[in-house]
C-alpha cells in the first residue's frame, strides 16, 4: 500500500504536465504504479469502472469505501465528478489543504484545485492500494521478502505445484493456516487471490527479515527451516532443524 505523502509527492511532481500526455485516470495510474508500495502493472478501464470497483470480486474490487458528497474528505482519498449521473467522468486526488491534484482538458493539464461542489467535485472514494489515515488497518499479518524476482503463489504447498500467482517484495499477505509443518504456509493476497507460498519469504509485522532470499523466491538456495512462534511470528533458520518440547 502506498503511503499518503507518497502518493501526494508522486501526484505533485506531475503538476504541469499536458493532458494529451497524461489524462485524469492516468494519473491515477501512474500514482499507482510508480510509488513506493504501489502496483507497477495497475490498471483499471476508466473513471466510470473505477468508480463502480467496489461491486466486484476482492481481486478486481479498486474502491473499499465510497460515497456521495464530499463531506469528511481525507488526504489520499480519490475525489470524483459525474457521481449520481450514470457517468462518473473525472477523477483526482485529495490533498492535505482541501485541493484535489487532477488532469482537467479544459485547464491543460494536471493541477492542483480547491475540493468543492462548485468545482464540480460530487463524490469520494477509498482505493486499495493509497492509505487514508484513520480509514482501516492495513491488510494481512506478513510481509513478502525477496531481495529481487517474485515470490510464486501455488495451487499447493511445494515447488512441484502450478504457479497460479506472483507477489512482488513488500506485498502484503493475510496469512491463514501452516501447510502440514513443510515449511509452506496458505495464505491470501490482499487482490483476493489465495494460495500456498514459503514462509521462508514471509516477514511478520515490525520484524526484519532473517534471511536473504536471494533469486530463488520459493525455490534453491541454501536449505532453511521455518517455524512459527507461539506469537504468531515466523522464524526462518539456516539448516534443518527440528522444534522439542520440554
Known amino acids: 500500500m502506498i503511503k499518503t505523502a507518497e502518493a501526494l509527492r508522486t501526484a505533485r511532481g506531475l503538476l504541469g504536465t499536458s493532458y494529451d500526455e497524461l489524462d485524469c485516470i492516468n494519473l491515477i495510474k501512474k500514482v499507482i504504479r510508480v510509488g ?21 470480486s476482492a481481486k478486481y ?29 473525472h477523477v483526482g486526488l485529495v490533498t492535505e489543504k482541501g485541493t484535489v491534484v487532477h488532469s482537467s482538458k479544459s485547464r ?10 462548485k468545482n464540480g467535485w460530487n463524490g469520494l472514494g477509498k482505493h486499495r492500494m493509497i492509505e487514508v489515515n484513520g ?11 525477496v531481495t529481487s524476482g517474485y515470490l510464486n503463489i501455488r ?11 506472483k507477489a512482488e517484495n513488500g506485498t502484503r499477505v493475510n496469512v491463514i493456516r501452516e501447510a502440514g509443518g513443510t515449511g509452506w504456509v496458505f495464505g491470501k493476497l490482499e487482490n483476493g487471490v489465495a494460495g500456498y507460498m514459503s514462509g521462508a519469504y514471509l516477514v511478520e509485522d515490525e520484524n526484519t527479515p532473517d534471511a536473504d532470499a536471494g533469486n530463488a ?24 532443524w527440528t522444534i522439542a518440547e520440554d
Open 36 to 56: 513506493a508500495g504501489g502496483e507497477k502493472s495497475y490498471t483499471t478501464a476508466g473513471t466510470n469502472a473505477l468508480w463502480e470497483s467496489d461491486k466486484n
Open 61 to 89: 474490487r479498486d474502491l473499499t469505501w465510497k460515497q456521495e458528497g464530499i463531506s469528511g474528505a481525507k488526504a489520499g482519498m480519490l475525489a470524483f465528478m459525474g457521481v449520481g449521473t450514470g457517468d462518473v467522468n
Open 108 to 117: 491543460g493539464g494536471t493541477v492542483e484545485t480547491e475540493l468543492t461542489e
Open 135 to 145: 480509514m482501516e488497518k492495513e491488510f494481512g499479518n506478513a510481509t513478502v521478502s
Open 155 to 165: 495451487e499447493g504447498a511445494g515447488t512441484a505445484a502450478k504457479i497460479i500467482a
Open 217 to 240: 523466491a520459493d525455490a534453491g538456495g541454501a536449505e532453511t527451516t521455518t517455524f512459527r512462534r507461539s506469537d504468531g511470528v515466523y522464524v526462518t533458520l539456516a539448516g534443518k
